[in-house]
């Protein structure tokens, strides 16, 4: 036998091929790179400051060129100083969408802090209501309440807020990201 060749037949070039790890990566490494990025979600979801201890679903803000719209559906009288800080670009207004099971007739006022809405005849046709802030813009939490008598109503928060059958009054604790200006 003379030094230097293969024992087993195989030439260089065919060891070189099977010993080749130069190919494609992604099929090996897609598997572990996916379940890390799903964990690393799940894992900054539950530590998120503002959602660890269920503090309450995202409250949106009106946007500053449908103030004047929005004020349509307050009881002014009780939120003049929410609207002029709204309209002077101080602090927004909130907004909800409410909405009941089709066939039925609902009536709900919303409690928003120290504010109480007009009521509102609710039907299976989303009503999108303004409402001050329950509580200090800056903290960025709070709580709001519905009121009233309703069977399967929906109130548009993120997440959506459903109550299977109202018959006084449900709470709900809410958040919002403060923000300045309009």
Do not use: H
Not at 66 to 77: E, F, I, K, S, Y
Not at 110 to 138: C, E, H, K
Not at 146 to 159: D, I, K
Request: hydrophobic residues 40%; neutral net charge; aromatic residues 4%.
């Amino acid at each position: 036998m003379t030094g230097g060749g293969a024992s087993d037949g195989q030439g260089a070039e065919s060891v070189r091929k099977q010993d080749d790890s130069s190919g494609p990566q992604w099929p090996r490494l897609a598997p572990p790179l996916i379940g890390g990025l799903i964990a690393g979600i799940v894992i900054a979801a539950t530590l998120s400051p503002e959602r660890s201890s269920g503090e309450g679903a995202d409250l949106a803000s009106v946007a500053g060129s449908q103030v004047d719209a929005a004020t349509a559906t307050m009881n002014l009288d009780a939120a003049k100083d929410a609207v002029a800080d709204a309209k002077s670009c101080r602090v927004p207004l909130a907004e909800i969408t409410l909405v009941a099971a089709l066939g039925t007739t609902s009536t709900v006022r919303v409690r928003s802090g120290s504010y109480v809405s007009p009521p509102f005849a609710l039907n299976d046709r989303p009503q999108r209501i303004a409402i001050p802030y329950p509580a200090a813009y800056p903290t960025g939490r709070g709580t709001i309440s519905v009121e009233g008598q309703a069977l399967n109503l929906a109130v548009a928060l993120t997440p959506t807020w459903n109550v299977n059958s109202l018959t006084g009054t449900a709470v709900r604790n809410v958040i919002w990201t403060p923000k300045t200006g309009c």
